[in-house]
Every structure is written in structure tokens, then in C-alpha cells.
T-cell receptor, first 112, second 109 residues
Framework: DVKVTQSSRYLVKRTGEKVFLECVQDMDHENMFWYRQDPGLGLRLIYF???????EKGDIPEGYSVSREKKERFSLILESASTNQTSMYLC???????????FGQGTRLTVV | GEDVEQSLFLSVREGDSSVINCTYT??????LYWYKQEPGAGLQLLTYIFSNMDMKQDQRLTVLLNKKDKHLSLRIADTQTGDSAIYFC?????????FGTGTSLTVIP
């Protein structure tokens, strides 16, 4: 079974802190994604990566950056956390151009 | 991006059928998906349909695709309390996935 693992289920951080959200997949997928999920807004794409060291901005990249140094790991970085970044963050991975996306369990981040 | 729209809420009685609807704007997607999200969890793929198909049935689930109207639906027969969750419609195009807002299904015992 494909496994996508996010490093934390719940995080509480202070405004202005630098926050790292880690995601690891074990199926050698090329494509990895970070989404945030907010009630009534569905999933919005923050960044995606289609190869090591490659990244593309999604729909809402402002305030975020990403890192993909190894194929299996895709990190989301909040350079200076703000309260409007309180949300559920979902990582996903997929193989190829049109295959199913597999999701991690999500990280609920609260910025106070 | 792609616009994918769903109703936010649906309530049904246990044993009835549920129909969750989705409309989208771009018809060039290759695959269309239905994902389920249970409370506190990530998304799990329920079923998918190729864009050249009109219907797909998988046990209690029936997916209907109307390409002319750009409308996708998911029918759950004999809905159970365990079906209570958020259901997301999604499309893929060129390796990217576009999700609807999600429909929160509540099953009333």
C-alpha cells in the first residue's frame, strides 16, 4: 500500500515563527503536492513538485515556500507564521501525469 | 485553474440513496475522481471514471458523467451511517489535481 506520512497531526505555533511541515512518501512518486483545506473552500493548491529540486507555485503560494531535496520528501515552510495560516494542511503524492493522488493524514496547524 | 463546484451539505436518511453532484468548467481532464474524507483524516479515493466513459458502477457506488453539461455525480445506494463524511469531486489535468469544495454528507439514523 502507498503510504504518505505527514510528520505531525497537530501543531500549535506562535505568530512570526518559522514552521516546517514534512511529508514523506514511500512509492517513488514523481509528483508531490501541498494543499490547505478550509471549510467551504475545499482544497487549495499551495505548491507542487514534479521532480527533485523542482517546484511550481499553485493557487495560493504567498507566505509559503517548499523544499524537495530527495524524491520521497516534500517540505512546506511557513517563513513567518501568521494567524491566517491556521488551517488543515494536506500532502499528496502521485505517479505520472494522470494517476490517483494519495494523501497523508493531514496536519492541523494553529497559529496563535 | 479549474472551477469545480459542489453543494456544501447533504442530509439523507439511513437506507436511502444519496446523490452528490459536481460541475466543472474545463472538459480536457482525463480522469475524474471522487474522494472521501472522514473526520480528522486525509482523503481516500473512492472511485474514478475516465473521461470517455458515461457511467461506472462499483458495488453501492454509481458514478455518472455528463460531458456535455460538465456534470459528475456520485450515487451511494443504501446509505449507511458510516458513509457520513465529506466527499470531494476532483479532476486531473497534466499531472495537477483540481478539487471541489467538498460536500458534507450527514446520514440520519
Amino acid at each position: 500500500d502507498v503510504k504518505v506520512t505527514q510528520s505531525s497531526r497537530y501543531l500549535v505555533k506562535r505568530t512570526g515563527e518559522k514552521v516546517f511541515l514534512e511529508c514523506v512518501q514511500d512509492m517513488d512518486h514523481e509528483n508531490m503536492f501541498w494543499y490547505r483545506q478550509d471549510p467551504g473552500l475545499g482544497l487549495r493548491l499551495i505548491y507542487f513538485s514534479y521532480d527533485v529540486k523542482m517546484k511550481e507555485k499553485g493557487d495560493i503560494p504567498e507566505g509559503y515556500s517548499v523544499s524537495r531535496e530527495k524524491k520521497e520528501r516534500f517540505s512546506l515552510i511557513l517563513e513567518s507564521a501568521s494567524t491566517n495560516q491556521t488551517s488543515m494542511y494536506l500532502c499528496a503524492s502521485a505517479w505520472g501525469m494522470a494517476a490517483e493522488a494519495f494523501f497523508g493524514q493531514g496536519t492541523r496547524l494553529t497559529v496563535v | 485553474g479549474e472551477d469545480v463546484e459542489q453543494s456544501l451539505f447533504l442530509s439523507v436518511r439511513e437506507g436511502d440513496s444519496s446523490v452528490i453532484n459536481c460541475t466543472y468548467t474545463d472538459s480536457s481532464s482525463t480522469y475524474l475522481y471522487w474522494y472521501k474524507q472522514e473526520p480528522g483524516a486525509g482523503l481516500q479515493l473512492l472511485t474514478y471514471i475516465f473521461s470517455n466513459m458515461d457511467m461506472k458502477q462499483d458495488q453501492r457506488l454509481t458514478v455518472l458523467l455528463n460531458k456535455k453539461d460538465k456534470h459528475l455525480s456520485l450515487r451511494i445506494a443504501d446509505t449507511q451511517t458510516g458513509d457520513s463524511a465529506i466527499y470531494f469531486c476532483a479532476l486531473s489535468r497534466w499531472g495537477q489535481f483540481y478539487f471541489g469544495t467538498g460536500t458534507s454528507l450527514t446520514v440520519i439514523p
